[in-house]
C-alpha cells in the first residue's frame, strides 16, 4: 500500500502565479510546510500576502478560526532561490506553460533535492512524458492537473508518463486525497481527460451556431434548461477568455496530428482575431460593456392544448412526458409496437434520433416535429423542438401547445441533425468512450473528472447507458452520414457496449 507524503513533510511550489498560489494554500492548509518559488522577485511574497488576504476573509465569513489562518500562514515561505527547495519531498511546478521552461526547471530541480523527491507539473496540455524525458530519473515526474480555483475544485488528475514509477503516481494519488481532493489516475495524452472529453461540448455548440441552429443566449439556455449543464458553451468560453479556450482546442488538434475531429471552430478563431476574448476584453459571445444586456433565448407562443395523444411503441428517456400529459389531463392512448413517436392529430413528434426533422417527414409522408433529450423529462424548464420543412403553422403550435401543456417553455431551433442536447452527449460519451477503449482512464474515473473538474450534470457515459448506447450509437452514424465527415464517427468501445448488452440479455 503506497502512503501520501507524510503531513510533517516539506511541499515545494514553483511558480506564484494564480495556480501556483492555490495549490501553496491547499497544501499548507493540509499541515505542510511550503515553500514557494517564482522566478519574478517579490511574486512568491505577492503571492503569500493574496491567500493570507483570501483566508482573513474567510475568518471574517466565519468558515475559519483565526488561529487556523495563523497556522496555516505560519507554514507558508517565500523562496528566494530554487535552491532553497532542496528539503522538499514534493515539488509542484505551475510555472508557464512551456515545455522548454518547464524541462529545464525539472533538470535544474533534480540537481537540488533529495533522491525520493517526486517532481510533480500541473501543466494542462503538455506531454508528461516529453518534460521527463533528458532527466536521470524520469519515472519521478508524475501530472498533478489541478483546476482553477485549486483549494477549492475537487479534481485532481494524476498523469503518468510513458516512465512514470507506479508507485510515484500512488504517492501523488494518495496525496491528492489526503488534501482532501478527488483524484483519478490517467494515462499521458493530449488534453488529459477533462479538456479532452470536453472538446466536443464546445466543438458542437459553435458549429450549431455556424450552422444557425439558434443564437447563442437560447443555446445556452438549452444547454442549461434541456441539457442540465450549469453553463453553455457561450456564456462558458466568455468566461475561460475565447484564446484561451482556442489554445487549449489548436494544443489538442495539433497534438491529435491533427484528427479532424479537432478541428478548431472557424467563428472562434475570428472572434479571436477580432479581439472579442469574452468578458476580460468586454465583448465575446455576449456585450458586458455598459448597457450590454444578455438577449432573452427565444420561446415559441403558446398553442392548442390536445385532448389526447397516441403514442406508438416507447418513447426511451422521454417516457415521463406520457406522465405529465396525463397529470395535465391529456388522454394517452398507447400502442405497445412501434418506433416510439407520438402522434398529434396529423403532427407526429419524436426524440431526435441524429436524423434531422425533414428527412423524417421525407420518408415518412407526414409533417414530422422532433424534440431534443434532455437530462431530467420530468424536471426540465425547457424543449428544443425542430420542424420539417412541409410543417405548416398548425403542426408547430401543435408540438408547442403539447409542450406548454406539461409545463415546458419551448424553444424551436432549425432543423439540424441531432439537434443541440443530444448531439453534444453524443460526442462527449464517443470522447469519453475513446479514452476508456485506449486505457487512458477507467470509465469511473472519465465519468467523476467531467462531473468534479467541469461540473457536468452527468458522467457522459453514465448518461449515455442511461439513455441506451444504440442510440448514442444510431444519433453518431445519422450524424456522420448527414454531414458526411469522420468527425463523428463511432467509438469501437460503444459498439463493444452494444454487443455485450446484447450478448447479456440474448
Ligand atoms: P500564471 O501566469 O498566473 O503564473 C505563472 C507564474 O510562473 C508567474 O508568476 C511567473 O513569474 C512564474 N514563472 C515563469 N517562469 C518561471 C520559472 N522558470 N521559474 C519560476 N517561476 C516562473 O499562470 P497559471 O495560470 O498559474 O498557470 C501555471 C501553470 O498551470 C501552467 O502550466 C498552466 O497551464 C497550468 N494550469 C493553469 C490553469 C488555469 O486555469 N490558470 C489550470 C490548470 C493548470
Known amino acids: 500500500m503506497m502512503t501520501a507524503i507524510p503531513g510533517e513533510a516539506t511541499v515545494a511550489v514553483v511558480g506564484a502565479g494564480t495556480m501556483g498560489a492555490g495549490i501553496a494554500q491547499l497544501a499548507a492548509t493540509a499541515g505542510h510546510r511550503v515553500l514557494l518559488f517564482d522566478s519574478r522577485a ?3 511574497a505577492e503571492a503569500i500576502a493574496g491567500i493570507a488576504r483570501r483566508l482573513e476573509s474567510s475568518v471574517e465569513k466565519g468558515r475559519r478560526s ?7 500562514l505560519s507554514r507558508l515561505q517565500a ?3 530554487l535552491a532553497d527547495l532542496a528539503p522538499a519531498a514534493l515539488v509542484i511546478e505551475a510555472v508557464v506553460e512551456d515545455l522548454a521552461v518547464k524541462r529545464e526547471l525539472f533538470a535544474a530541480l533534480e540537481k537540488i533535492v533529495g533522491e525520493r523527491t ?4 500541473n501543466t494542462s496540455s503538455l506531454s508528461i512524458t516529453a518534460l521527463a524525458a533528458g532527466l536521470s530519473r524520469p519515472g519521478r515526474v508524475v501530472g498533478m ?4 480555483p485549486a483549494p477549492v475544485m475537487p479534481l485532481v488528475e494524476i498523469v503518468s508518463g510513458l516512465e512514470t514509477e507506479t508507485g510515484v503516481a500512488e504517492t501523488a494519488f494518495h496525496t491528492a486525497q489526503a488534501w482532501g481532493k478527488e483524484p483519478i489516475h490517467v494515462r499521458n495524452t493530449p488534453g488529459f481527460v477533462v479538456n479532452r472529453v470536453a472538446r466536443p461540448f464546445y466543438g458542437e455548440g459553435f458549429r450549431l451556431l455556424a450552422e444557425g441552429a439558434a443564437d447563442a443566449a437560447t443555446l445556452d439556455a438549452l444547454y442549461r434548461d434541456c441539457g442540465g449543464f450549469r453553463m453553455g458553451p457561450f456564456e462558458l468560453v466568455d468566461l475561460i477568455g475565447l484564446d484561451v479556450n482556442l489554445a487549449v482546442t489548436r494544443s489538442v488538434f495539433a497534438a491529435c496530428h491533427f484528427d479532424r475531429r479537432y478541428t478548431p471552430s472557424p467563428l472562434q478563431e475570428e472572434m479571436v482575431a477580432a479581439g472579442r476574448l469574452g468578458r476580460k476584453t468586454g465583448r465575446g459571445f455576449y456585450d458586458y460593456g455598459e448597457g450590454g444586456e444578455r438577449p432573452e433565448p427565444a420561446s415559441e407562443p403558446d398553442g392548442p392544448v390536445p385532448a389526447e395523444i397516441t403514442v406508438e411503441g ?4 422521454a417516457e415521463p412526458l406520457l406522465d405529465l400529459a396525463r397529470e395535465a389531463g391529456i388522454a394517452v392512448r398507447w400502442q405497445p409496437h412501434g418506433p416510439g413517436l407520438v402522434h398529434l392529430g396529423e403532427t407526429v413528434l419524436l426524440m431526435t434520433d441524429g436524423i434531422a426533422a425533414s428527412e423524417h417527414a421525407a420518408r415518412q409522408g407526414r409533417p414530422v416535429v422532433t424534440f431534443d433529450l434532455c437530462l431530467d423529462f420530468t424536471t426540465a424548464g425547457r424543449i428544443a423542438i425542430a420542424a420539417a420543412d412541409r410543417c405548416q403553422p398548425a403542426h408547430l403550435a401543435a408540438a408547442a401547445g403539447l409542450f406548454r401543456a406539461l ?5 424551436r431551433i432549425a432543423d439540424l441533425p441531432g439537434m443541440v442536447v443530444m448531439r453534444t452527449l453524443a460526442m462527449l460519451a464517443n470522447e469519453a468512450a475513446d479514452l476508456a477503449h485506449h486505457g487512458i482512464a477507467e470509465p469511473e474515473a472519465i465519468d467523476l473528472a467531467m462531473r468534479k473538474g467541469v461540473n457536468y450534470p452527468r458522467g457522459p457515459l453514465d448518461w449515455a447507458r442511461k439513455i441506451g448506447w444504440l442510440r448514442i450509437l444510431e444519433c453518431l452514424d445519422h450524424l456522420a ?3 458526411g465527415e469522420e468527425r463523428y464517427r463511432c467509438s469501437l468501445w460503444l459498439r463493444q457496449r452494444l454487443w455485450q448488452e446484447a450478448h447479456r440479455h440474448g
Open 481 to 483: 452520414r448527414s454531414y
Open 79 to 81: 523562496a528566494s532561490s
Open 66 to 72: 483565526a488561529a487556523e489562518v495563523q497556522a496555516i
Open 145 to 148: 492537473h489541478f483546476f482553477n
Open 407 to 411: 409545463g415546458k417553455k419551448v424553444t
Open 118 to 121: 517526486i517532481l510533480a507539473t
Open 42 to 44: 517579490d511574486a512568491a
Open 314 to 317: 416507447h418513447l426511451g428517456p
